[in-house]
């Protein structure tokens, strides 16, 4: 719920200063709410304990918390760190502020995602991953690659066939497509501003009779409209950039999940990577048959 629906829900009677504060409000929604109490309650002639104790009134925990509503406002509706920078960035904000402001946006990030969170496409998602004879292709371009590197990596220890996906190296991403099949899912990580290629990899599965999951941050992103399971995120952030705090959060649940239907293979799996770890890449290992010393010295 929003301001204009909390204000719209209010029954009770406003003092004059609190009626000019809710006109002033509403008419610079949602950048109003940016500004500092004691700045807002300057502009109509009030105090900073007024503003606080009507948006307290009004059902926010902390003026902190409306806030934060607000620069998700912003966010949503203005779609580049460029157009955003003048709505989110304060002039009188402290280095401490910053800190506690992404605190707080996380959190939020973070509540607000696991409350809202399609549980039967979480469960249908680690279905899909865990199936026998399954060929799992992670893909996830600019702020997502990171996060698709990291789930990547960890249901490789899990899983016996997972492929990470992306533009770089000696195949590029359609080159990869080749060979895709009904024994293929894709799972699919796509932010703002929504990669292309990651929209049209989604389409390619769904021709070929793969399936596809979707972790992105809109219900109307391209991506999202053809795959078999979607998991939506929050990025609000107190800077002009996006947030992905959450975002990892659902992908470590994720690998969490699929950690607890493949304890067997995992436990087998983590056992041959400490032996190739110990055979190959561990330099203070001596081989067999020579000493530390050796070893280290050859």
Not at 5 to 26: H, M, P, V
Not at 139 to 148: E, I, M, V
Not at 223 to 235: I, K
Not at 269 to 275: P, Y
Request: glycine share 6%; with cysteine; hydrophobic share 45%.
């Amino acid at each position: 719920m929003n301001l204009n629906q909390r204000i719209a829900g209010y029954g009770r009677k406003l003092t004059r200063s609190e009626q000019r504060l809710i006109d002033e409000l509403q008419t610079r929604y949602p950048q109003g709410l940016l500004e500092s109490a004691t700045s807002l309650a300057k502009k109509v002639g009030t105090s900073a304990s007024t503003v606080v104790r009507l948006l307290a009134k009004l059902g926010y925990p902390s003026y902190a918390d409306a806030q934060i509503e607000a620069r998700s406002e912003v966010t949503a509706r203005l779609s580049s760190p460029a157009t955003r920078a003048d709505a989110v960035i304060a002039d009188d904000a402290s280095v401490r502020s910053c800190l506690d402001n992404a605190l707080l946006h996380d959190q939020h990030n973070l509540a607000s995602t696991f409350a809202a969170l399609d549980v039967a496409a979480f469960e249908g998602a680690v279905r899909l991953l865990t199936q026998r004879r399954t060929r799992v292709h992670v893909t996830g371009q600019r702020h997502a690659a990171a996060l698709a590197g990291h789930l990547s990596l960890h249901l490789n220890m899990c899983l016996p066939d997972v492929r990470p996906m992306n533009g770089g190296g000696p195949l590029l991403l359609e080159d990869q497509l080749l060979w895709i099949g009904e024994n293929d899912v894709l799972l699919a990580l796509t932010f703002r501003r929504h990669g292309l290629a990651t929209a049209r990899a989604v389409r390619y599965f769904r021709e070929k009779g793969a399936k596809v999951i979707v972790i992105t941050d809109g219900p109307s992103v391209a991506a999202a409209s053809a795959a078999d399971h979607v998991m939506l995120v929050r990025t609000s952030s107190a800077s002009p950039f996006d947030s992905y705090t959450a975002a990892l959060s659902l992908c470590n649940a994720l690998v969490t999940a699929v950690v607890q239907r493949r304890k067997k293979e995992l436990g087998a799996a983590l056992e041959r990577g400490d032996a190739l770890w110990e055979q190959h890449w561990n330099d203070t290992a001596a081989p067999a048959g020579r000493s530390r010393k050796t070893a280290s010295a050859g």
